[in-house]
Each structure stands twice: as structure tokens, then as C-alpha cells.
């Protein structure tokens, strides 16, 4: 159970990093999200993802920690 909650974090970061690639480096919904509200979603998924980063590492230091006491 602990190893599905590692993937689907590490999935929901790399989902993020996608996002922000393609409203970076591309058009994408450039009709319906453009200026500062572009930009706010931008830095708000780049953050989510260093959390989430952060709470991976966090999480997969834990399994590691009891996995070496078993």
C-alpha cells in the first residue's frame, strides 16, 4: 500500500510538470487562461509539485527507515 501511494504522488508531480511545460512552451488554453491568471496557475503547479517532491522524498525515506528494521 505504501508503494501505490509513492506512485500516485510521483505521478500527480510528473502530471504537473507536464501541465507547466505546456503552458510554458506552448498555446495551450491560451483563449481561455492568458496574463497573471496564466501565470498564477503556472507558480501554483510548479509549487504544488516541490511539496510534493518534498513529501515523496519524505515518504520514501520512511518506507526505507522501516523497511531496514524488519
Do not use: P
Request: aromatic share 16%; charged share 20%; with cysteine.
Amino acid at each position: 500500500m505504501k508503494y501505490i501511494s509513492l506512485f500516485l504522488a510521483s505521478f500527480s508531480v510528473v502530471m504537473c510538470i507536464v501541465l507547466t511545460y505546456f503552458l510554458v512552451f506552448t498555446e495551450l488554453f491560451i483563449d481561455r487562461i492568458d496574463g497573471n491568471k496564466r501565470t498564477i496557475l503556472i507558480v501554483i503547479l510548479v509549487t504544488y509539485a516541490i511539496f510534493r517532491v518534498i513529501r515523496i522524498y519524505q515518504m520514501f525515506l520512511k518506507i526505507r527507515r522501516n523497511g531496514s528494521e524488519n
